[in-house]
């Protein structure tokens, strides 16, 4: 399996985070993290809750602007980049957000049709409906296709928010606990989900997560951040085995 | 604590306040500028935010000018037989419509429902993250959600004031004719002889900043409000008082200009 996986991936670094500091006034986030991420790889991310998973990949993307460092993503340099370019690229980047993000006022066809509305040019565009369906068919929630987002569970949401997130195909997708606060079935359907449209797309991701399940499955590699540095990095099972006692005390804790 | 002291304290937190909202406005609304000029252009989402604000404030806006017209006439009338100026009853209430009533009322009802709707509803999709998820897709919130919204309410609130400004007219024809029997043409004609372009023009070009105040106060509140539903709340009720006492403070000054432009 891991066999399996690992053919995927191909020497080219694809996001390269060097030294990256952030902090909010006095609390200082991130201090000095690397990470290198190849081509095709499936990156975990793991870490105590306000440690400052989603503000590394907020950097990533360019919503949070870090206070120092390297992030090079498809070897541009993201805090150099003006505002267009900066578009053009977040377009190859799907990021799928903690709390689904959905659009309230729009229902799920307006929601998934958003970024092909706003990106694609009118000739190449293509059917919109056709995209849409595609894209709901390929988490299983065709049906929902004219609900308002607040008629829809928390997993559904979840996985239109998916949708959403793949609909422009993009190279990278980033997601932020995918599978947290659902239940152990629907958190198994969110990672072969996220499996199958990874070998479907090809895709590069960075998942964040506190399923163990989850990582064991996806991850060809686990990185975790503690006191604003990548504190391990190993597969999972490189990690599960470790002997440092904080890693050992979050595997033992999230295991049971 | 000395109540005096407390007072004290009270009070330099609301200038503080005060400044730092002024500053917050004034930063706000250049960032929109700077990057609402640029290409390109959201006329269609312009296009849905009138549609809206029109849509919601229609009924309640003329309901209130029909009524307000209406009052006035009633109120005024007793007096104004009194002094034999009855037939100057049109006239007055032209004036005091157009000039004063229908654009200020206009714009506080709008600041009370518009203004507050704008700064929930960015305040909401704010907290809820739905706006970086928009700036994630490629789209620049600013110019999507800020810069329409103000335009919409730049080019509502003067239409609103107009439509206020006939109903409350027709209201107040009804006010008359309660007591005499006014023909609704010779009404109509009396009115138009005595409003003036000097009347007309700085009346309706003040609605178009009410309006902008509105959007901007809104969007401002909105889009900065803080984390969680009480954030979403306060920014709301916040918009709302801002921009009613930005409204007020507009139409003064606009009322001293046009005096000592001698119209008045
Ligand atoms: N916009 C912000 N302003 C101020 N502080 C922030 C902001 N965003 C995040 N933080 C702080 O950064 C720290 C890390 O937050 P982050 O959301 O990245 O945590 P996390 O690791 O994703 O946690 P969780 O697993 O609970 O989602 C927290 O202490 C948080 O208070
Ligand atoms: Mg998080």
């Not at chain 1, 907020?58 to 993503?73: A, E, F, Q, S, Y």
């Not at chain 1, 004219?146 to 997130?165: F, N, Q, T, V, W």
């Amino acid at each position: 399996m891991e066999q399996e996986i690992n053919t995927y991936i191909d020497g080219t670094t694809i996001i390269e985070i060097e030294h990256l500091k952030k902090a909010f006034g006095n609390n200082v986030v991130l201090k000095d993290f690397n990470l290198t991420v190849h081509k095709g790889e499936t990156v975990v991310v793991m870490g105590k809750s306000g440690i400052g998973k989603t503000v590394l990949i907020k950097c990533i993307i360019g919503l949070v602007k870090p206070d120092g460092g390297k992030m090079r993503v498809f070897n541009q340099d993201i805090s150099k980049l003006n505002q267009q370019d900066l578009d053009e690229l977040r377009t190859r980047i799907g990021f799928v957000f903690q709390n689904s993000a959905l659009y309230d006022s729009m229902t799920v066809r307006q929601n998934l049709e958003f970024p092909l509305r706003r990106h694609r040019k009118k000739k190449i565009r293509g059917n919109l409906d056709l995209q849409v369906r595609e894209a709901l068919q390929n988490v299983g929630l065709e049906n929902t296709i004219d609900l308002m987002p607040s008629e829809l569970s928390g997993g559904m949401r979840k996985r239109i928010g998916i949708a959403r997130s793949l609909i422009l195909r993009p190279e990278i997708v980033l997601y932020d606990e995918p599978t947290t606060g659902l239940d152990p079935i629907t958190s198994e359907e969110i990672t072969h989900l996220i499996l199958e449209l990874q070998k479907k797309y090809d895709t590069t991701s960075i998942i964040i997560t506190h399923d163990i399940d989850l990582a064991r499955e996806t991850a060809n590699r686990i990185v975790f951040l503690m006191n604003g540095i990548a504190y391990m990095q190993g597969t999972y099972e490189e990690l599960v085995n470790n002997e440092d006692t904080l890693i050992k005390h979050f595997f033992k804790r999230q295991a049971i | 604590m000395e109540p005096n002291q407390k007072n004290e304290t009270v009070f330099s937190k609301v200038i503080d306040e005060f400044f730092y909202g002024i500053a917050e406005l004034v930063q706000f609304s250049f960032k929109v500028f700077k990057i609402g000029i640029q290409p390109p252009y959201e006329f269609r989402e312009v296009w849905n935010q009138c549609y809206e604000i029109g849509i919601k404030s229609f009924i309640l806006v003329g309901t209130t000018a029909f009524i307000l017209g209406l009052v006035l006439v009633m109120q005024s009338r007793p007096t104004m037989v009194e002094f034999g100026a009855g037939a100057f009853l049109p006239a007055m209430s032209s004036i005091s419509i157009v000039r004063e009533i229908g654009p200020l009322v206009t714009a506080l009802i709008c600041a009370g429902k518009i203004g507050s709707g704008i700064s929930a509803e960015l305040g909401s999709m704010k907290v809820t993250e739905q706006i970086d998820a928009m700036e994630v897709s490629g789209t620049n919130p600013f110019k999507y959600l800020v810069a329409t919204r103000i335009i919409a309410t730049t080019l509502m609130i003067p239409i609103l004031t107009v439509y206020a400004d006939f109903i409350s007219l027709i209201g107040a024809f009804f006010g008359s004719n309660i007591k005499d029997n006014i023909n609704i043409n010779y009404y109509f004609n009396r009115v138009f002889e005595s409003l003036h372009y000097t009347d007309v023009i700085p009346s309706f070009t003040k609605t178009f900043f009410f309006g902008f105040t509105i959007g901007l106060v809104g969007c401002t509140k909105g889009y900065n409000s803080k984390k969680g539903t009480e954030g979403v709340g306060k920014a709301a009720n916040v918009s709302v008082v801002l921009s009613m006492v930005g409204v007020i403070v507009i139409d003064m000054v606009v009322t001293q200009i046009t005096s000592m432009m001698g119209y008045l």
